[in-house]
């Protein structure tokens, strides 16, 4: 049984090995979100022809019958299917090693591609061969802008108020308040819509697994930006993202993979002296926000949220932040 499994995989991955280049590689990764998904990849068939594109769709165990619908509504779609939830990183470099685009396109299931706003990130990064990554700007359902660009994290942006920052210092913390007529350079961008010049990839290498989720993009861009490329944020190219919908479901698990997602940055990029200063700070903050939430929770609903998410988090650190607690943590146990 074993045996011939591994050869069917073997005769899979030889037939894909031997496709021809095309202009993109679309790589999306889904768990249970299979109304998104569905729009999500009409709106690549929508928007990105004429060029010549692949669509690999990394299912992460779903149980919503995401690739029975995939197979019927889209049955061109490239599937690889995981036996159990393997994060972001790990299911994203399953596809780039089978990717045969000149360009990988990562794309959220959660993001709605707008008329020519991959051609324009394309024929951008076409003309500039030294950018290695290339996003666009996100927006909000009703035409808002989100926050599409994103500094390198130090003790600054993660201690201070990222709002005030911008405001403050917008060319250093450049954000949606500010206006861009032209594509510009950046240290990171949001990662619901990259597109990665796939000769970088070969020469600096795939996402680090070590993040299972968040934090892996901004990575990404950090070693590219180390390895001599350049990363850029093109305000022409529109996307459209759901903003959040896939980590609401399991809100507490999330912040608590996002909080081991900062700290595993900053002990891979920082000495242990940032990370001690960052842990501190940040718990402090955590007990001030505490207080001011359990002020307000008997009159809003939104601080009881906070509060309980917050307290989790608190006593997570009490524990001495246990690596078996977040979204890692129930996908291996469910």
């Known amino acids: 049984m074993w045996f011939r499994r ?10 894909h090995k031997s496709q021809p280049l ?19 990849i009409g709106s690549v068939y929508a928007t990105v022809p004429p060029l010549s594109f692949e669509i690999l769709l990394v299912d992460n165990a779903s149980s919503d019958g995401s690739v029975v619908a995939l197979r019927r509504a889209f049955p061109d779609v490239g599937i690889l299917s995981n036996e159990r939830n393997l994060g972001f990183a790990k299911a994203n470099n399953l596809a780039i090693r089978q990717a045969h685009g000149r ?19 394309i024929d951008f990064m076409d003309r500039n061969p030294k950018v290695a990554i290339c996003g666009g700007q996100l927006l909000n359902a009703d035409g808002t ?27 250093r913390y450049p954000g949606k308040e500010s206006q861009f007529d032209h594509p510009v350079e950046v240290e990171s961008i949001i990662g619901a819509c990259m597109v990665v010049a796939k000769k970088a990839i070969d020469m600096v290498g795939r ?8 934090f892996e993009e901004t990575d990404w861009c950090m070693l590219m930006k180390k390895n001599g490329w350049s990363v850029f944020f093109h305000p ?23 909080w ?55 006593f997570w650190h009490l524990l001495g932040c246990p690596a078996e607690w977040g979204l890692e943590s129930r996908a291996t146990h469910g």
């Open 207 to 214: 996402l680090d697994e070590s993040y299972f989720f968040f």
């Open 260 to 314: 081991k997602s900062r700290y595993t940055f900053f002990k891979k990029h920082y000495s242990p002296a940032h990370l001690v200063l960052l842990g501190a700070g940040l718990v402090a903050k955590l007990c001030f926000s505490l207080i001011l939430q359990f002020v307000a929770s008997p009159v809003s609903h939104n601080a009881r949220t906070r509060l309980k998410v917050n307290s989790m988090l608190l």
């Open 236 to 258: 022409q190219a529109n996307i459209f993202h759901l903003q959040g919908r896939t980590a609401k479901k399991n809100i507490v698990a999330a912040r608590i993979e996002y």
């Open 103 to 121: 360009y990988v396109a990562l794309l959220n299931t959660d993001a709605v591609l707008t008329p020519s706003s991959i051609a324009t990130i």
């Open 6 to 15: 591994r050869s069917a995989l073997r005769r899979k991955l030889n037939k």
């Open 22 to 40: 095309k202009d993109l590689s679309i790589i999306i990764v889904n768990r249970n979100t299979k109304e998104l998904l569905l729009d999500c």
């Open 145 to 171: 802008m989100q926050n599409s660009i994103a500094n390198i994290p130090t003790l600054a942006t993660e201690l201070l108020n990222k709002s005030l920052l911008r405001r403050l210092f917008p060319r």
